[in-house]
Structures are given as C-alpha cells and as structure tokens.
C-alpha cells in the first residue's frame, strides 16, 4: 500500500498477510477525508481478477491522509510491516523534497528511487540518503506501467520478512544480485 | 521590527519558543516545500507555511530565522512544540492566508534583498 502522510509524502508500506494490510486500510480510509469527483479526477473502479466491474470508490484516493508520517511508520512497524519512502527522487511527494531530509527519529527500512534515475548513482544524486537501504520500482498507478523499473534481491523466501532482512543486509540477505 | 512586535501588531498567536521572541526579522519565504525552503529561503526571515512537522525548526535554525508562521489554521505537530522550544525559535499561528499575512509584513516595510 502506498500512503500519503499528512505531510504529503508518500510512503510504501509492504506486509506479509493480507489482514495486516486491511488493519491499516481501516486506519487509513478512517483518516482520509473528502469524496472524489469524477469528472475531475478520474473514476476509481473496483474491478475483479477477471476485470469485472464491482463497483467504484467515492473516497478521494488521490488526496492525503491525516496521517503524520510518524504515525504511519510507528503503525506498520507494530503490525510487522515493511515500510519504504516513496520516490524520494521526486520534488512533490518524495520526502526529500517535501521535508528536506529524512528525520533522525523515523524509523524507515528503506528508501526507494522511481524509474527516472538508475539506482547506481541515486546514493550521489540525492541528499541524504546515503545511510538508507535503497530499491527501485515502478510506482506504477496503471497497468502499463507495472515493470517498468525493478529491483532484484537475494531471498531464501518471497516474502516481507526476507525482505527486511535483505534491506539489512543481514543472514546473507542482500539488495541487488 | 521584531517578532513580538509583529506578533502585537497583527494579533498572530505565539504557540512556541517565546523565548526568541525579540528575534528581528531581516526578510520573509513563504513555502511549503522544506528542500526549496532550505535552498532559498534568506537568512534571518520570517517563514510563512502550511508545513507543521519537525523538520521545520531545524530548517529555521539552519537559516537562523527570526520565526515560523503556520497560516491557515494548520497545526503544528507536539515534537515541533518541543524542538521549537528547545532552539527558541518562535512558531506563531495565523488562521488566515498566507497571502493576506504576507502583504501585511511587506507593507509594514519588511524586505529582501530582492523586493
């Protein structure tokens, strides 16, 4: 799931089972105000895994939560999530460019580079997130865009707790093979 | 003119870190987006944003701003309280835009270097 903060910077946060991650779909759709306006922003259809349509979300998807970032990140951690800063490359929405730097006290297990620069010389490029673990994805929000950047890792397992450890590099887990 | 002087002059609450209250105010930014705030803002502004998380007062301090003002009612975040005490930088509150407030200050006569 990706969130966007109070703040306005969004965050990926990544769990293991399905429960965990509707936990905080209640926390989060409890927290996000407005409806959407179709007309304006596009309709959010509700499809099964065969593209039938279900329905629609009136719910303004596209706007903020009234999360704060903190709150987000002590919340996935206590539910066992992983939790990752969205394209911190990007001036809007990314939390380097939002709140110009990453807080001393957040607890995030990594960040993450989107598709526009290559992952090798993100580290130079960007400021201050040298210290941090760092992916890239696709932050695809339309089919088309699913596999448009990847990243590989070194697993015994695909799941969210080997990838933690990989982000750590710990237990001979390791980003990028 | 000082921020308290301001703070009088305009009826812009004080919420935190009263003890730099007697700070001058040398110019002012309005922004919300910390990174172009870190790169642009003038040393020793007064800052006007929506922005109420942490990192703003170690942006103020970093720019030695004279304060902080959160308009349009937004709140600040209770560890900006705290931080903002602690560094003594003020953090007032201004329920309206930050555009009305903005003209206000530059018509009392608080400039850039620029404008």
């Known amino acids: 799931m990706e969130i966007c903060s109070k703040e306005e910077v969004h965050i990926l946060v990544l769990f293991g089972e399905l429960e965990q991650a509707l936990v905080v779909q209640q926390h989060v759709y409890g927290h996000l105000p407005g409806q959407n306006e179709a007309k304006v922003f596009g309709y959010q259809i509700i499809a099964d895994e065969n593209d039938e349509v279900l329905g629609e979300s009136s719910r303004l998807l596209i706007g903020a939560t009234e999360l704060g970032l903190q709150e987000i990140v002590t919340k996935a951690r206590s539910l066992g999530g992983v939790t990752i800063a969205s394209h911190v490359d990007r001036p809007a929405f990314g939390i380097i460019g939002k709140l110009g730097f990453v807080p001393d006290d957040l607890r995030i297990d990594g960040v993450e580079i989107s598709y526009r620069i290559p992952l090798e010389t993100a580290c130079d490029s960007i400021p201050g997130i040298k210290d941090f673990p760092c992916v890239t994805s696709s932050d695809a929000h339309c089919p088309d865009d699913i596999g448009r950047a990847w990243t590989s890792f070194l697993l015994a397992a695909p799941t969210v707790e080997e990838i933690r450890l990989a982000l750590k590099g710990e237990k001979g887990r390791k980003v990028g093979i | ?115």
Request: charged share 20%.
């Open chain 2, 1 to 115: 003119m000082t921020v308290k002087e301001l703070s009088d002059r305009f009826d812009v609450q004080v919420v935190a870190g009263e003890k730099g209250l007697n700070r001058p105010i040398d110019g002012g930014y309005c922004g919300d987006l910390l990174s172009d705030v870190m790169a642009n803002a003038p040393q020793g502004c007064i800052w006007l944003t929506v922005q109420g998380h942490q990192n703003v007062v170690a942006i103020a301090v970093l720019k030695e701003m004279a304060a902080i003002v959160l308009t349009g009612g937004h709140e600040p975040d209770p560890e900006t309280v705290e931080k903002a005490g602690v560094e003594g930088i003020p953090i007032l509150a201004w329920e309206g835009s930050a555009y009305h407030l903005t003209g206000l200050i530059h018509a009392a006569g608080v400039r850039n270097s620029d404008g």
